[in-house]
């Protein structure tokens, strides 16, 4: 009898402490759908979702949605995120000493399941390809590729209508010009570890 005494209270503290722990949460802002970075917030882009406390995690409380519409995504943001203030700014996209650029790369130029938030090196050669993706039989290699160090910000796979996959890159603003008079054909892009060099 005194097992089941003790039994019946273990188990009505346990239901206490749960209770306590769900009293904790609280209705935050999540990301509803897909927003891009520089992307201003719409109502359709966000939902109200319960997520615990965290001291250490200054969550968007869903009573302040109002103040977030017309904002815009300081990052790339994939549905589930929970905004919190420092994914939230103003149009001040791409940040300071980057520039977004976009390119339409063929099948073999860029590794197949890429997708958006990925590093990659960008490998940028002198020499492009022709219509028939070979080089130029009477150009020879005029050294080793530049590379340059870019995330991904979006992956449209609908493409330019002609086969290729549009890929949108951030990457320092110095790299810009090197990206921008590279050959048709002459840019590779390689996922490299998150952090990596």
Same mark, same amino acid.
């Given at each position: 009898?005194?097992?089941?005494?003790?039994?019946?209270?273990?188990? /009505?503290?346990?239901?206490?402490?749960?209770? *306590?722990?769900?009293?904790?949460?609280?209705?935050? #802002? +999540?990301?509803?759908? !897909? *927003?891009? +970075?520089?992307? &201003?917030?719409? &109502?359709?882009?966000?939902?109200? /979702?319960?997520?615990?406390?965290?001291?250490?995690?200054?969550? #968007?409380?869903?009573? $302040?949605?109002? $103040?977030?519409?017309? =904002? @815009?995504?300081?990052?790339?943001?994939?549905?589930? @995120?929970?905004?919190?203030?420092?994914?939230?700014?103003?149009?001040?996209? !791409?940040?300071?000493?980057? /520039?977004?650029?976009?390119?339409?790369?063929?099948?073999?130029?860029?590794?197949?399941?890429?997708?958006?938030?990925? =590093?990659?090196?960008?490998?940028?050669?002198?020499?492009?390809?022709?219509?028939?993706?070979?080089?130029?039989?009477?150009?020879?290699? &005029?050294?080793?590729?530049?590379?340059?160090?870019?995330? /991904?910000?979006?992956?449209?796979?609908?493409?330019?209508? $002609?086969?290729? @996959? *549009?890929?949108?890159?951030?990457? %320092?603003?110095? %790299?810009?010009?090197?990206?921008?008079?590279?050959?048709?054909?002459?840019?590779?892009?390689?996922? @490299?570890?998150?952090?990596?060099?």
């Amino acid at each position: 009898m005194a097992l089941g005494g003790l039994l019946v209270i273990v188990c /009505v503290l346990g239901y206490a402490w749960g209770a *306590v722990r769900l009293g904790d949460r609280l209705p935050v #802002i +999540a990301v509803a759908r !897909p *927003v891009a +970075a520089g992307q &201003a917030f719409t &109502a359709a882009d966000l939902r109200q /979702v319960s997520a615990a406390q965290d001291p250490g995690l200054q969550l #968007i409380p869903a009573e $302040q949605a109002q $103040q977030v519409i017309g =904002r @815009t995504a300081v990052v790339p943001l994939v549905p589930g @995120t929970l905004l919190t203030p420092s994914l939230v700014g103003e149009a001040a996209f !791409p940040p300071a000493g980057k /520039v977004a650029a976009s390119l339409a790369l063929k099948p073999g130029q860029y590794p197949q399941g890429l997708a958006t938030g990925a =590093r990659v090196a960008v490998y940028v050669s002198a020499t492009g390809t022709g219509d028939d993706g070979q080089a130029p039989a009477n150009t020879k290699a &005029a050294g080793s590729p530049v590379q340059l160090q870019a995330v /991904v910000l979006g992956v449209d796979l609908a493409g330019d209508g $002609q086969g290729a @996959t *549009v890929i949108t890159l951030l990457l %320092d603003a110095s %790299d810009g010009p090197r990206l921008a008079a590279a050959p048709a054909g002459g840019v590779v892009l390689m996922q @490299t570890a998150p952090g990596g060099n």
